[in-house]
């Protein structure tokens, strides 16, 4: 990084953060703190459900995964425009009919309180983990990368999002998450293209394909029909429509987003955007990693992505073992640069190409034993840092402080999204809801707002802190977000659907669900994705159990 | 705005319509790129 790096960095952060602080200095009252007043259009609303989904481990770890192992991630969201339409359809006309603030008030008008403050501490447990996790999965790859203190880097994320989340409120997040899209789309725009022009010298965009293809990485689709694999278009249409259901018709952070919207058809015209993009900029997302992939065939390639293990090797005195297995493995990617520029074609060489491949794969084995014996702790997975590795080692300045811009954009953006929902939710569903005698003016009120929205900041940049301390705690998030999203999605189902069970039989009913989902988690093999489906189900069926052995009492 | 009094003239059955064939149109894109370039 040199000074251009950092201006483009700090400058485009800096920028966004005060505009937004700026520009919505004043709010009056609670309708316009936690709603932005309701006067939001429907690009507004678009990108902000956008960019509240996509946080920075979209931008770091997504290209990786498409390195690794080809684009089959896309059929997770083929789920997504499914369950938009279902949303619509039911459960968005309903909020804006209720005019309520959080998806969990409509729990009581329907059901009772219990099942309201059931679902609404379910979000707050399960988001508020989630947000440690938005500003730490980031921060330990930068800091790795870039040598930043990584407990520097969680606090400076953190208190940038406080910043302007604090003092605009919920339109602040939509008006900063509408540049952070840009700075976001822009940016990886840029590296697709700069892929492209370095990639031309040695074979055209068709070649590229081709060889993308003959290494296995163009498998969009996968129609098996096998549970245990993670993602086919069965349990992308299945369970990734459950999950996308739950997230947008359940989790305040994205309810909030589109309530903030001026009428019921900007709301929907916002979600609609959202249904015909969000496949296609995975695809593209998917497909840069894809173009990474290309680029390392004809350049220089790190058998490691994760430089830090350079260093323990190292200190670890393995320095020459490594050196013999990185050698090996440069004049193999020789070898391969040879065959695939030499006139000949793909299936000629395929033998020989694909010999290569394993080699060098038996040799990067080799060396994660390396970086294993000289630190157990170590993780030897190395996707997150493709992209990322790429940007810093082969991308000319100004577009790499573009890049890091890019990715704590993302950061910062769902980290607002879900510190507004937060503190929407324990606003609305517990302070006031629990206080229903206490009367307080509307600046009063905002104030309130914004200590709950500071708190939920300092108790997000905490856990950030503290996630260091444990083991794969990123993965144990993601999947418990899976293992809950079923169950609260069929309580919202139930509530809109099936009449017929009343709460006490919902309420029994989720917590057997839970249970069933905890079971299935501890002691099978099956995707996380088919929990969403199952813990729905459970819910449904349950309750009308419940129902019916109520009845004939 | 008034979510209440905006007049809205959408014909959303065929919005989500177009939404639906867009993705199965997208789907089908996928799958005949997974037929071509997987051997």
């Known amino acids: 990084m040199i000074w251009l790096d950092w201006l483009v960095l700090l400058g485009t952060l800096l920028f966004i953060v005060l505009y937004g602080t700026w520009k919505t200095r004043q709010q009056r009252d609670l309708q316009s703190y936690l709603l932005g007043g309701r006067e939001a259009g429907w690009l507004t609303v678009g990108l902000s459900v956008m960019a509240t989904q996509a946080s920075a481990i979209t931008f770091l770890s997504t290209p990786g995964q498409a390195f690794e192992s080809g684009m089959g991630f896309l059929q997770f969201y083929f789920g997504l425009p499914l369950a938009i339409v279902i949303l619509s359809i039911t459960f968005i006309p309903i909020y804006y009919r209720l005019k309520v603030y959080t998806a969990y008030e409509y729990l009581e008008q329907r059901y009772d309180l219990r099942m309201r403050l059931l679902t609404a501490f379910l979000f707050l447990v399960q988001r508020g983990l989630a947000a440690g996790i938005t500003i730490y999965a980031p921060a330990i790859v930068l800091s790795t990368v870039m040598g930043w203190d990584l407990n520097l880097t969680n606090i400076v994320i953190g208190l940038l999002v406080i910043v302007y989340t604090v003092s605009g409120g919920s339109k602040a997040v939509n008006l900063t998450q509408k540049w952070q899209m840009t700075v976001i789309m822009g940016g990886m725009f840029l590296a697709f293209f700069m892929l492209l022009k370095y990639i031309s010298p040695f074979a055209s965009f068709g070649e590229a394909l081709d060889i993308a293809g003959f290494y296995g990485k163009l498998e969009v689709v996968n129609f098996r029909f096998d549970p245990n694999e993670r993602y086919t278009i069965w349990s992308g249409l299945t369970g990734g429509l459950f999950l996308a259901m739950s997230y947008f018709g359940t989790d305040q952070s994205q309810v909030q987003r589109y309530l903030s919207a001026s009428s019921l058809k900007q709301s929907r015209m916002g979600l609609i955007f959202n249904a015909v993009l969000k496949i296609p900029m995975q695809f593209f997302i998917l497909f840069t990693g894809v173009l990474v992939f290309v680029f390392y065939l004809y350049y220089e390639r790190p058998v490691h992505f994760n430089k830090n293990h350079e260093q323990r090797i190292e200190a670890a005195g393995l320095s020459e073992e490594a050196g013999e297995i990185t050698a090996e493995f440069n004049q193999l990617a020789e070898e391969r640069k040879d065959l695939l520029t030499n006139g000949t074609s793909l299936k000629e060489n395929a033998l020989a190409l694909k010999t290569i491949e394993a080699n060098q794969q038996a040799l990067k084995d080799k060396y994660n034993e390396l970086v294993v014996k000289a630190d157990p702790e170590a993780e030897t997975r190395d996707s997150d840092y493709v992209f990322i590795r790429f940007v810093l080692d082969y991308l000319p300045h100004g577009v790499i402080g573009l890049l890091l811009a890019v990715i704590l954009c993302a950061a910062m953006s769902s980290t607002a999204g879900e510190l507004n929902a937060l503190a929407s939710t324990t606003m609305v569903d517990f302070y006031k809801r629990l206080n229903p005698s206490r009367a307080i003016s509307d600046a009063r009120e905002v104030m309130v707002g914004k200590f709950f929205t500071v708190l939920w900041g300092v108790a997000a940049i905490s856990f950030a802190l503290l996630a260091r301390l444990f083991d794969n705690l990123i993965e144990l998030v993601n999947i418990l977000g899976s293992l809950f999203y079923g169950t609260i999605l069929g309580i919202f189902l139930c509530a809109f659907y099936f009449k017929a069970p009343a709460g006490k039989h919902v309420f029994i009913a989720a917590l057997v669900a839970e249970t069933l989902v905890l079971s299935l988690f501890f002691t099978t093999d099956i995707g996380f994705l088919w929990f969403n489906a199952i813990g729905c189900f459970a819910v449904i069926l349950v309750a009308y159990a419940a129902y019916f052995l109520d009845r004939s009492k | ?39």
């Open chain 2, 1 to 39: 705005m008034n979510p209440e009094t905006e007049e809205d003239k959408t014909d959303w059955n065929k919005v989500y319509l177009l939404v639906l064939g867009f993705l199965a149109l997208q789907i089908l894109v996928y799958a005949l790129i997974t037929e071509h370039y997987t051997a």
